[in-house]
């Protein structure tokens, strides 16, 4: 019988150490909460799962691999996030292999001279890890451990320990409280500061910093910053805290959405902005029309 329950009552940082502990080998399934109208014993909505929220596989205890719903965790995917692909490049090898496993893919990638087997194996756990540090700081949710259940034998798994993967969650999971009490409002906006040539001069921005300055414009919500770009919300919320602090960009409210007379602001425009064609152009562009 598969194990199964909600997050408010057996957090995600319990189920690591369960399954940690007795070495399980299956699929963790996580999804949005269905009210059903009922309460349970203690007063609390029951819920139904609804869409899925993401899946955490594991084998022998070890985690093998993380998914967010909605998102394409794909090798030609996890290569460009990690900056080791440029846009350009994933869109020609998304066209031509669309059909390719992961794991032919690899081999064609690395035989190409693209990416080595490091730069594979350390994306891929990065990516990995980046899921599983944003669901830790999931609250509710229904959930589902299928035992025996595997993905793909066509995706590539690398095992990562679930002792450090713990210990370092409830470090994150602090992080994550204060980048929530800096950045409330995702629905907010930003701007370059005065003078943004002085400030930009001698900066070195990782590559999703340099993505995300790439559509700083009053008229894009954070959240729609974080759509465009694929980012979940503790990754732009870090993100963004971090180009604050060096003075590079300010939060604002945005152009579109004025405060009405009792002070709440208007729903924020559902279309994310459009990728351009390289981030450093668009950057130049936007500091000179400052």
Not at 9 to 19: E, K
Not at 75 to 83: F, P, R, T
Not at 177 to 197: I, S, T, V
């Amino acid at each position: 019988m598969p194990l199964q329950g909600n997050l408010r009552d057996f957090s995600t940082t319990q189920l690591l150490n369960l399954i940690n502990l007795a070495g399980k080998t299956g699929t963790l399934s996580i999804y949005d909460g269905v009210k059903t109208g009922e309460k349970d014993a203690v007063g609390n909505d029951k819920m139904m799962p609804g869409k899925e929220r993401a899946r955490v596989s594991f084998k022998v205890g070890k985690l093998i691999m993380a998914a967010l719903g909605g998102q394409d965790g794909n090798l030609v995917s996890v290569l460009n996030k990690a900056g080791k692909l440029t846009d350009e490049q994933a869109r020609i090898i998304r066209e031509r292999a669309k059909n390719t496993s992961d794991k032919a893919l690899a081999l064609l990638l690395i035989n190409a001279n693209y990416v080595t087997q490091r730069d594979i194996v350390t994306s891929i756990q990065q990516h990995t890890l980046d899921v599983v540090y944003n669901l830790l700081g999931w609250s509710e949710g229904p959930f589902r451990f299928e035992d025996n259940s595997l993905p793909s034998t066509d995706r590539i798994l690398v095992p990562i320990d679930l002792e450090n993967v713990i210990i370092e969650g409830a470090r994150r999971i602090k992080e994550i409280e204060q980048l929530n009490a800096h950045l409330p409002n995702l629905d907010m906006a930003l701007k370059f500061p005065d003078n943004p040539r002085e400030k930009f001069k001698g900066i070195h921005l990782s590559v999703e910093e340099w993505r995300v300055v790439s559509f700083v414009n009053p008229k894009n919500t954070i959240r729609q910053i974080a759509k465009a770009n694929n980012m979940s919300e503790i990754e732009i919320r870090r993100i963004v805290y971090g180009l604050e602090q060096a003075g590079l960009v300010e939060v604002i409210r945005p152009a579109e959405m004025p405060a009405s007379a009792g002070g709440k602001m208007q729903p924020p425009p559902r279309k994310a902005p459009p990728v351009q064609k390289t981030v450093v152009n668009k950057l130049i562009d936007k500091i000179r029309s400052i």
